[in-house]
């Protein structure tokens, strides 16, 4: 004989049913607690990481100057006052910054003690007092109170970062050192300024003239270059597959390896821009130009894959219309479809050029990891991008060299953010709603 059917209204009042529904509410809850802590903890994270980030990167933007009294000794300038530019340039000027500190401090004696007080006094002061001569001859002869950058140690010192009360011979300013400081301190001569010359300048070996100039003008030949070469390709590519190409093998067989080009490690590329642009075509290593080429080889699918997305949400009544009042099918998509799927390629695009713009192993891999020191003046200068100079102040052994890193990650993020900002504006403000 068989069971009477329960009706549904009696199943609420069930305890078996009261029970597999609390354990099944259990479960969902548990779910969402698990995302929600899954969410909080990456965002504890991202917080620690750009707090350590602009904690340390902010310091590079503050550097030590110390004032020294600067006879601007003919002798050691231009003995014979021709005044020309090319001997003047050939002048002592390391002589002059060593004669201004023993004038500063004339009790110290001593080969070894002299050396250790030169060394308080950044290379670059020589430089930087070469400079002026050069837009001021009239110099030559006189007295002047000059700014020029402290050693880097002497930079640490005076932001804490290096702890004098540790042993002696556990910190690299001696105590000598350390009171030659004090007393510059105590005479106002030692203050911390902005730090222009970190983005003013190129890359050097001492942190205190080491700036992102040069990392960002090869940055920006390589984008540029980048964009004029992979979006008219990426577009034109993505309008052949999605509009005009015939559904066959073939077809099938490209929009397959597009896909998968999207997820091969970018290092391919540079192994592959190796081996064509370098070693069967010749172009010069290290210049943004190849790297540009890597580059726009690594974000033609992105931009591919992205351009036929966009073209693809463009309703089909847009197609049919333009065509049923005669417009051919080329007409058809350049007149009508594209500029209406234009935000969502230009959001593809910026993406594609954010992730470019991060990109190390690639350019690694064709020689832009070479430490150059001057301004590329066009994109086949050797050069290095903002990413690469990351990779290599991280590996510099000098703690002041980790300021930097950080400050140079943090601009790199800036520009990131601000490209990703920049294509969901784009999309919001220009997306239409079918």
């Known amino acids: 004989m068989n069971k009477p059917v329960t009706a ?10 009261q029970r597999r529904l609390s354990k099944r509410y259990a479960a969902e809850k548990r779910f969402r607690l698990c995302g929600i802590a899954a969410i909080a903890l990456a965002l504890i994270c991202l917080l620690v990481l750009l707090t350590a980030i602009v904690g340390n990167g902010t310091g590079a933007l503050r550097q030590t100057y110390m004032a020294i009294d600067v006879y601007f000794d003919p ?5 014979k006052r021709t005044g020309d530019p090319e001997i003047i340039r050939q002048g002592d000027f390391g002589g002059v910054v060593k004669a201004a500190m023993r004038k500063a401090f004339p009790q110290v004696e001593g080969r070894r003690s002299k050396r250790r007080l030169y060394k308080l006094v950044s290379p670059g002061a020589a430089f930087q007092l070469g400079d002026m001569v050069r837009e001021q001859p009239s110099l030559i002869g006189q007295t002047r109170t000059v700014w020029v950058p402290a050693d880097d ?24 050192s350390i009171a030659w400081i004090d007393e510059l301190v105590e005479a106002g001569r030692i203050e ?13 070996r001492e942190p205190e003239l080491a700036g992102i100039r040069g990392a960002l003008t090869g940055s920006f030949y390589t984008l540029v270059v980048t964009l004029v070469l992979s ?36 290092i391919v ?10 070693n069967f075509f010749h172009l010069p290593r290290s210049a943004p130009v190849v790297g540009a080429l890597v580059l726009t080889l690594m974000t033609l699918p992105t931009i591919i894959i992205a351009a036929r997305a966009a073209l693809k949400s463009v309703p089909p009544s847009i197609r049919e219309a333009a065509l049923s009042v005669g417009a051919s099918p080329m007409q058809t998509v350049i007149q009508h479809v594209l500029p209406l799927a234009m935000p969502g390629v230009l959001t593809g695009t910026i993406i594609g050029m954010a992730r470019a713009l991060g990109e190390t192993a690639p350019l690694l891999m064709i020689g832009m990891v070479a430490f150059v020191v001057d301004i590329p003046a066009h994109p086949l200068d050797k050069s290095t991008v903002l990413p690469v100079q990351v ?7 000098e703690r002041a060299f980790e300021e930097r890193t950080a400050a140079a990650t943090l601009v790199l993020l800036v520009f990131l953010i601000v490209m990703n900002a920049a294509a969901v504006l784009l999309r919001q403000r220009f997306e239409k709603r079918w």
Do not use: H, Q
């Open 391 to 397: 990779f290599l102040w991280a590996d510099s052994p």
């Open 8 to 17: 549904p209204s009696n199943l609420w009042d069930d305890p078996r049913f």
């Open 192 to 204: 911390k300024r902005f730090n222009r010359a970190f983005f003013e300048s190129g890359d050097s």
């Open 231 to 266: 979006f008219p390709v990426g577009v034109g590519a993505a309008i052949y597959l999605e509009e005009l190409a015939p559904k066959n093998r073939l077809t099938d067989l490209i929009e397959v390896n597009i896909n998968n080009l999207a997820a091969v490690p970018s």
């Open 269 to 278: 590329f540079g192994l592959l821009g190796l081996a064509v642009f370098l």
């Open 153 to 176: 140690d002497v930079d640490m010192l005076m932001k804490g970062i290096m702890d004098r009360r540790l042993p002696e011979n556990e910190r690299r300013l001696n105590d000598k």
């Open 75 to 79: 002798a050691r300038i231009d003995p």
